[in-house]
């Protein structure tokens, strides 16, 4: 799986794959950043003249909800829309879901639109298939990433969609298999939109990589090991996000297959 996993990176290198960011206003500058580290190349655009067209000439869509308005809803939906009359891979981040009725409506009828991949921290997957009564705090998990297995288990079942989950351990929840990845670092938690960085690489690799489970795992992998690296030297947020891009730029195979931490489970 190790290989594998490098692999998929380098196919990233290699291809440099056009994705389509819809996306929040607080996090725009550094998710491009993060694709273009990565080796992909970032389009971001909402505009409905224009927003169908630009699905179509990019690989993958990345949608994220965190800075919701009516205009952005219906960017949303007609991106999703046409990323599925395409055949095109697309990732949705639920970013706050259960904090607002209005986000959880979105979210619903984004659902209803089939997402490749659903990538979320543990408390936005466990709102996203109501498993409990569990609140969300703003944008921040207030649980723990395998208290929302089952969660993700059942949001795979229904939509037929790679889960991820994200937290001090990485959870990718496929339809064979659950894949655990305990990279990364606390001082990730310290810079905004981090995860939505990683949201936007996984649409990257889904771009890329026809096995959509590997693809996540690839992502996630590469991401979490980067922040890992770049926590050991960053002397606080500020130079740890510098330092993740560079880690994203520069990873080396041999650190890859050295450093990473992954289980696998059926």
Sequence with gaps: MVNKLWNHIQSVRDN?????????????????????????SPIMAHAHPEVKDMVSICQALVINIGTLDEYFVKSMKMAAGQANALGKPWVLDPVGAGATPFRDEVLSELLAL?????????????????????????????????EAIEAARFLQAIYGAVVCISGATDIVVGPEQTIFLKNGHPLMTKVTGLGCSSTAVIGAFIAVIPDKTEAVTAAMALFSLAGE??????????????????????????????????????
């Design 229 to 266: 690296r770049a926590a050991q030297t960053a002397a606080g947020p500020s130079s740890l996000q510098m330092q993740l891009l560079d880690e994203l730029y520069a990873l080396t195979e041999t650190d890859f297959k050295q450093q990473i931490n992954i289980s696998l489970h059926a």
């Design 16 to 40: 440099a794959p056009l994705v389509h960011n819809i996306t929040n206003f607080v996090v725009m500058n550094n998710t491009a950043n993060a694709l273009l580290a990565a080796g992909a």
């Design 114 to 146: 089939h997402p490749t991949v659903i990538r979320g921290n543990a408390s936005e997957i466990m709102a996203l298939a109501k498993a409990n009564q569990t609140i969300t705090k703003g944008v921040d998990s207030t649980a723990q990433s395998n």
